[in-house]
């Protein structure tokens, strides 16, 4: 006779963001999901909701405890460079102060909790970084998401920070890069992506279900989550089309530098994923798996 297994609860902060949209496709059937609403409402995915008043970390513990949450994923931040040049205070407290009140919470709970980071830490060097190499912060973005580590790991120190990039089909409200390409192919509307920006990019259901398998073996620490090969932007959306069998004639190539008018941001965001490849003994797939995986 099969013992029914137990499933883990686990809370998904920044229930409405795209990485949560995603993360719910990827775990629902293994995992009992709870969600925590701030403006956008998100009743629609049927899974509980929980309201959260981040003011107080005690409000956050106390929600915790009363749903027996097993793991904390945080999804929450500000990931528009532009805006968090302008709005400089919201990007330190939704990316720096607010991980470090959700990491203080589950360490006086006991609570396991994954941090998604990002790959913008690094310079316009050509090369796969790794979870050492030194950081260059070119923005208030990076600065925030990278003081948002610093907040986590010194607030609970057995946490898992994933520094990745990703994409996948996400909701109406939240188009993902995948999305935005796909979807201006296919109103034959002209794009432009750029020919010297290097990005790894992940699925976002692997990045759930990598981090997860980290999560399991006690892996704790900064790793990155990323496909096994480096890409271009513009490489990425011919591929993308070309595996979905969609027309690339309106993607055309071009330079970031001829962007004047963005925020300046790094080319090389391409990350080295060896240290998690080891510490789960499995290659992660290069670009072209994950685009198939997100079918």
């Not at 909701?171 to 999305?179: E, N, T």
């Not at 496909?227 to 271009?232: A, E, N, P």
């Not at 969609?246 to 941001?265: A, E, Q, V, Y």
Request: charged share 20%.
């Amino acid at each position: 006779m099969n013992e029914k297994i137990e499933k883990l609860n686990l809370l998904i902060l920044g229930g409405s963001s795209l990485l949560s949209f995603l993360w719910c496709k990827a775990t629902f059937e293994n995992f009992n999901i709870y969600l925590s609403q701030h403006q956008r409402d998100i009743s629609y995915l049927n899974f509980p909701i929980i309201n959260v008043n981040f003011e107080n970390y005690r409000t956050l513990v106390s929600e915790i405890n009363k749903n027996k949450i097993d793991i904390v994923v945080n999804t929450i931040g500000l990931t528009n460079v532009e805006l968090c040049e302008s709005e400089i205070d919201m990007a330190y407290y939704l990316n720096a102060k607010l991980p470090g009140i959700i990491a203080k919470a589950c360490q006086f709970t006991g609570t396991k909790l994954i941090h998604i980071s990002t790959d913008h830490f690094f310079g316009n060097e050509a090369k796969r970084h790794t979870e050492d190499d030194e950081v260059s912060l070119l923005n208030i973005y990076s600065k925030s998401k990278y003081q948002g580590e610093i907040e986590v790991l010194s607030n609970l120190s057995t946490s898992l920070i994933c520094r990745t990039n990703f994409f996948g089909y996400g909701p109406s409200y939240k188009f993902s890069f995948s999305d935005w390409i796909i979807k201006s192919c296919l109103a034959n509307k002209q794009i432009v992506l750029f020919n010297d920006v290097f990005i790894s990019p992940q699925c976002g259901k692997n990045l759930a279900l990598k981090s997860l398998e980290l999560l399991k073996l006690n892996c704790t620490g900064i790793y990155n989550l990323s496909s096994d090969d480096t890409i271009t932007k513009f490489a990425f959306g011919i591929l993308l089309c070309k595996m979905l069998g969609i027309s690339k004639s309106n993607i055309k190539s071009g330079s970031i530098n001829s962007r004047k008018d963005l925020i300046k941001r790094p080319k090389s965001m391409a990350l080295s994923n060896l240290k998690a490849s080891k510490a789960l003994n499995k290659d992660f797939g290069k670009v072209s798996k994950q685009i198939l995986d997100i079918k």
